[in-house]
């Protein structure tokens, strides 16, 4: 998967790297490879967490299969989320506006954009919804409309809304 940081505001990109890596360094969790693409264009890749956990898959809300779970460095939906959140903060502190999305590599979500920041409105909710592939349903968070920005409630909201696969 990569992740896509677009800047739109006049701000040097040198310092919005460098506010990245800070954070993500201060917190610990997470390790990544940042890029500069461009003059206005930060790729990240690779991200993982520092110390493997049981590794479930990254479906949002709770796992409906029994089965034994491997140890992995992998991201798991809350994990993102806090990926997500810490890079807003780092934007946030050096006062930038950007574009920050990913582009998921799983099969119902492939090629898709899912948005974590429009401009200086960072993204704080991660609903999702249940799509029928082959005979069973997977959780799949949406991408990020307009009402999943800017809510700065302390409780996140996982609607669950079921949808057939088109």
Request: with cysteine.
């Amino acid at each position: 998967m990569v992740y896509s940081i677009q800047i739109k505001s006049n701000t040097d990109l040198d310092k919005v790297v460098s506010s990245i890596n800070k954070v993500l360094d201060r917190d610990g969790r997470f390790t990544c490879a940042l890029t500069p693409a461009s003059d206005r264009l930060v790729t990240i890749c690779r991200v993982r967490l520092t110390e493997a956990k049981q590794y479930c898959g990254q479906h949002p809300g709770p796992c409906l299969i029994d089965r034994p779970k491997k140890n992995a460095r992998y991201l798991e939906s809350e994990d993102w989320i806090a990926f997500n959140g810490l890079v807003n903060d780092a934007l946030d502190k050096v006062g930038v506006s950007a574009d920050v999305w990913s582009t998921p590599m799983e099969t119902l979500d492939k090629g898709r954009k899912l948005w974590t920041r429009h401009g200086t409105q960072r993204r704080e909710r991660y609903d999702y919804v249940e799509r029928e592939f082959n005979g069973r349903f997977f959780a799949v968070v949406t991408h990020g409309g307009k009402d999943q920005l800017d809510q700065f409630s302390a409780e996140r909201d996982f609607s669950r809304k079921r949808e057939k696969a088109a």
